[in-house]
Nanobody, 116 residues
Framework: QVQLVESGGGWVQPGGSLRLSCTAS????????VKWYRQAPGKEREFVAR????????SYKDSVKGRFTISRDDAKNTVYLQMNSLKPEDTAVYYC?????????WGQGTQVTVSS
């Protein structure tokens, strides 16, 4: 069964950092690529970052450029989202997403709360 599992969310004060992880089963990120999305309360889910199967190609939502970094550990088949200089507006449930064999897969999400 294809499965994505996120972890690493939590509460952090503004200016703080968190690292989210997304681990996959039944396929490898090195072949599919991966995206991170987030959904804040009352808002639509939005794109945050993407890593293509070719690992040195990434893209980011403008508001997180320079603060967030997506990376991948192929040995662990895990993708990370390092989030620095967090702001209250980054508060959301974060999801990893991939397309495998024409099917769209999502993790269960991990909550990130940025507040003082």
């Amino acid at each position: 069964q294809v499965q994505l599992v996120e972890s690493g969310g939590g509460w952090v004060q503004p200016g703080g950092s968190l690292r989210l992880s997304c681990t996959a089963s039944k396929f490898t990120f090195s072949r599919t690529g991966v995206k991170w999305y987030r959904q804040a309360p009352g808002k639509e889910r939005e794109f945050v970052a993407r890593m293509f199967a070719i690992a040195n190609i990434t893209s980011y939502k403008d508001s997180v450029k320079g603060r967030f970094t997506i990376s991948r550990d192929d040995a662990k088949n895990t993708v990370y989202l390092q989030m620095n200089s967090l702001k209250p507006e980054d508060t959301a449930v974060y999801y990893c997403n991939t397309d495998y064999n024409g099917e769209d897969y999502w993790g269960q999400g991990t909550q990130v709360t940025v507040s003082s």
